[in-house]
């Protein structure tokens, strides 16, 4: 069986959110679809739209409501990257609620055009699916 998967919400100034051992993670692609992240999920980046993330781990379901964003899957990692926080915080069976924060949006393009960059550097082509 695959090992707990470690889940990390970053914003351009701050980390949000760094959960381990988490069981799986659900998100809304910008695609139209939802997708469920296990461990031993294949490699992905895609879009995210502005709607709840949810995940679990070994104290029960969380939900974070996220701006739209950038998500990226690893062998046993999974990072949104996102420019803000919506309504009011990580629901969850009795974590403290974390408070909205204000980021600014030409900050997080920067980061999403490095993180493109990044990827694109990758051997192998990793986001335009090359092969050698």
């Known amino acids: 069986m695959p090992e ?17 051992g988490v069981a799986w993670v659900q998100a809304s692609l910008a695609d139209g679809g939802p997708i469920g992240i296990y461990p031993g999920h294949a490699p992905l980046l895609a879009e995210t739209v502005t709607a709840p993330l949810r995940y679990a781990d070994a104290s029960g379901e969380h939900t974070i409501d996220l701006n ?3 998500l990226q899957v690893s062998e046993k990692s999974v990072t949104v990257f996102t420019d803000n926080q919506t309504r009011g915080g990580v629901q969850s069976y009795g974590l403290p609620e974390t408070s909205r924060v204000s980021m600014d949006d030409r900050h997080f393009d920067r980061l ?9 550097a990758q051997p192998n082509g990793v986001l335009n699916n090359e092969t050698e």
């Open 4 to 20: 707990p998967i470690r889940l990390t919400v970053v914003m351009p100034a701050q980390k949000l959110l760094e959960a381990e």
């Open 68 to 70: 739209a964003g950038i």
């Open 112 to 120: 999403a055009q490095e993180l493109l960059a990044t990827l694109n």
